[in-house]
């Protein structure tokens, strides 16, 4: 119909096409819940997945998509297969999603304790409740763990982070495949404090890896998204069919801002390295502080697995206070310049007391255990001025 036609009210509802325009520069922000179809047999072939575009933005959206083969392609560096990815609403529903894919009632997962408190959470009081279990263990003596999955048959996959949060113990990747794959049990990383800038897990054999986009991939602390790669095709459709039942996919708004971000990550993630090294060698020499765990110290225990499979040691590091938690709480409360802020990976330092919230529910029997103590502060080391930062944590410890 023409639109001389028709009435003002019908035109005030008619979607309006662009027609003149030449290809954006950037990529554009496809705000549309979903897509049209010139002929029904054309939907037909796209609900079929014969032919390629787009139907509905839960199931997939050329913004997201557009930033998922980005990541992809960045976690597939180096390798033969290209990766699959795709985008989330958050960390947390990439680490769902994966695990509600991949599992079923009955059957448990080998973990480590010194993970996001979240993801303990999750196993603890979500998965748990549809019967899959989480199995704690230290993950620094391999022969335990191989103890421990042959004692427990349930156990089909092996969930971990390195550097893990917030005491940045490390895991040697290339042991830990190798050792699942002999049991013939799939591998998920956490990949969220390295990203693809420093470490590429599917290089040593991993089979999946998950991302809490939140962090470092977007670095300005502006949306919120995960992400879900898989070194093996075969999984995909598995993956894809959960996401979009289970309806954790990210929108387009937030992929967008998550895709600015991307295109600083190895310049942010030198700066971070670099100011976090420097902070850490005079943090470690201060008299107030007891401990300093950052992987990029010589003596740090992980230091030379870290070296192994990291290109750098990143942004993050935690340090115990020479006293209680009252006096941990007065050096983080004199902190000017860093903020106080329940997140990680964003332009500025961002400063944490684990205890009493990223791992408040975690149980303080097995906190401790793993050194998440009340006397521990996390920083997610920003780029700021090296002296800046420095003078903050000086005045901050007098
Ligand atoms: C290592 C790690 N993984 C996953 C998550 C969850 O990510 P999100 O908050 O994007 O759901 C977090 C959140 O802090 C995290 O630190």
């Known amino acids: 119909m023409n639109n001389r036609n028709i009435n003002f009210t019908t035109f005030c509802v ?34 079929k997945g014969n032919k390629s575009g787009h139907v509905y933005s839960r199931y997939g959206n050329p913004t997201i998509d557009t930033v998922a083969e980005k990541i992809a392609a960045m976690e597939g560096k180096g390798s033969e297969e290209v990766p699959f990815a795709f985008l989330t609403s958050s960390g947390m529903s990439a680490i769902s999603t994966l695990l509600y894919t991949l599992l079923n009632a009955g059957d448990a997962v080998l973990t480590q304790a010194n993970i ?16 899959i279990h989480p199995v704690f263990a230290r993950f620094d003596q ?21 550097p893990s949060n917030p005491t940045l113990d490390c895991v040697d990747l290339s042991e830990i ?25 599917f290089l040593f054999g991993i089979d999946f890896v998950i991302h809490s986009a939140t962090k470092y991939l977007n670095g300005h602390g502006n949306s919120l ?14 993956v894809k069919t959960t996401l979009k039942l289970m309806g954790g996919t990210c929108n387009a708004w937030d992929a967008w801002l998550l895709n600015n971000g ?5 310049l942010r993630m030198d700066a971070h390295c670099s100011n976090a090294m420097q902070l850490a060698v005079w943090l470690n020499a201060h008299p107030r502080v007891t401990k300093v765990n950052y992987i990029g110290l010589q003596d740090h225990p992980y230091h030379a697995i870290a070296s192994k499979q990291m290109r750098a040691f990143g942004g993050m590091l935690s340090f115990m206070v020479d006293g209680s938690m009252e006096d941990t709480f007065e050096v ?21 007391h684990p205890a ?9 029997d097995l906190r401790a255990s793993f050194g998440i103590t009340d006397n521990l502060v996390r920083v997610s080391v920003g780029i700021e001025d090296i002296n800046d930062l420095i003078a903050d944590f000086e005045q901050a410890l007098k």
């Open 356 to 364: 009493s919230s990223s791992h408040l529910n975690v149980d303080k």
């Open 142 to 162: 391999m022969e335990e763990l191989d103890h421990i999955i042959v004692n427990n048959p349930g156990i089909k996959a092996i969930y971990l982070e390195t």
């Open 332 to 352: 983080i409360n004199k902190l000017s310049l860093c903020t106080q802020a329940p997140t990680l990976g964003d332009v500025d330092t961002l400063i944490l």
């Open 262 to 266: 991307l295109k600083t990550l190895a």
């Open 225 to 238: 998204a995960g992400v879900i790669l898989g070194r093996n095709n075969a999984h995909k459709a598995a």
């Open 14 to 47: 008619i979607e309006h096409k662009d027609t003149k325009t030449t290809p954006p520069h950037q990529l554009p922000i496809y705000a549309t819940s979903s897509f049209v179809f010139e002929e029904v047999e054309e939907s037909i072939e796209i609900f």
């Open 116 to 131: 996001y408190g979240g993801t303990t959470e999750l196993f603890n009081k979500v998965l748990s409740r549809h019967g």
């Open 177 to 201: 495949a190798h050792m699942a794959q002999k049991h013939g049990i799939v591998t998920i990383i956490d990949n969220t404090f390295c990203t693809p800038y420093l470490q590429q897990p």
